[in-house]
């Protein structure tokens, strides 16, 4: 399998490096880092889809305006998926399937573009975004336009299946490669998951929003930034959950013997590093 690194979204929050650290100005630079694995039996398959083309074109009511001051998204046509897609020489109709992380307005916006893909998630996720009953934080990340159109849900329960380094696992989604499977990382939402493939070179992890600063991981003492740490904070539904699963990866990052490369999905210097094919160390 070729696995792409997409960036299908950018924010540009106040806060500089109080937020990303690494910006000179006042703005930051978070990304929406989605994936594109092209496989040999099932299809394009993307990971998250970042924004889509209805948002960039009718932002509201799509993504609260609440959300996008917070945020300063910068919403552009060409990093949607569906137009990176095209650029890569094929169409949406290639896109056969969407394995997501959960349904945060930044990660399913796209998912429109692609009507004829199967969208792969947990069930938790998928009753918590219909319910909307957690509170003000849950009507902003949650945005029926972007779900009401989508067709071809896929929902698991995040019990189900054989285990991964010691993380729940469900493996056998329908329609896709053993090599792809969900990783349940409840915290940030109640059926927030990561997504894991294995392909040449060994497995690589989309953690979502489990984490957001690359400091967070690959080492043993957690760093993250006074902003991002804040919005963690602000986003979670469970910090219990959060701050345990976010544990168990970091000792996951730091275990060399299991080779598990580990990304999340707003950090820009893992996606620079990533789309440059540099270490992420």
């Not at 993307?46 to 074109?57: E, R």
């Not at 609260?64 to 169409?91: C, F, K, P």
């Not at 392909?199 to 993250?224: I, S, T």
Request: glycine share 10%; proline share 4%; with cysteine.
């Amino acid at each position: 399998m070729k696995i792409h690194h997409l960036n299908c979204g950018t924010d540009c929050p106040f806060g500089g490096a109080l937020m990303d650290g690494r910006s000179k100005g006042p703005l930051a630079r978070l990304v929406c880092h989605c994936l594109l694995v092209e496989t040999s039996s099932s299809g394009l398959v993307l990971i998250d889809t970042g924004y889509g083309m209805k948002d960039v074109h009718e932002p509201h009511p799509r993504i609260s305006r609440v959300m996008r001051g917070l945020l300063n998204i910068r919403l552009r046509e060409q990093e949607t998926a569906l137009r990176q897609v095209e650029a890569l020489g094929y169409s949406a109709r290639d896109v056969r399937h969407i394995v997501l992380t959960h349904l945060d307005f930044d990660h399913a916006g796209g998912l429109e573009d692609f009507p004829q893909a199967k969208v792969h998630l947990t069930r938790a996720e998928l009753s918590a975004a219909q319910r909307r009953d957690g509170g003000i934080a849950s009507k902003k990340r949650y945005r029926p336009m972007q779900l009401d159109a989508v067709q071809g849900w896929r929902d698991y329960e995040a019990s189900s299946g054989e285990g991964w380094f010691g993380f729940d696992a469900v493996r056998d989604l329908e329609g896709l490669p053993p090599e792809i499977l969900l990783i349940p990382l409840r915290g940030h939402t109640w059926g927030h998951a990561g997504v894991a493939v294995q392909a040449e070179g060994g497995w690589l992890l989309h953690a979502g929003d489990a984490y957001f600063h690359r400091d967070e991981v690959r080492r043993p003492d957690r760093r993250c930034t006074p902003g991002l740490r804040l919005y963690q904070n602000l986003m979670e539904v469970e910090r219990e959950a959060r701050l345990a699963n976010q544990q168990r990866l970091r000792e996951l990052s730091l275990d060399r013997s299991a080779g598990v490369r580990m990304i999340c999905a707003h950090d820009a210097v893992e996606y620079e590093r990533c789309a440059a094919g540099a270490p992420l160390v």
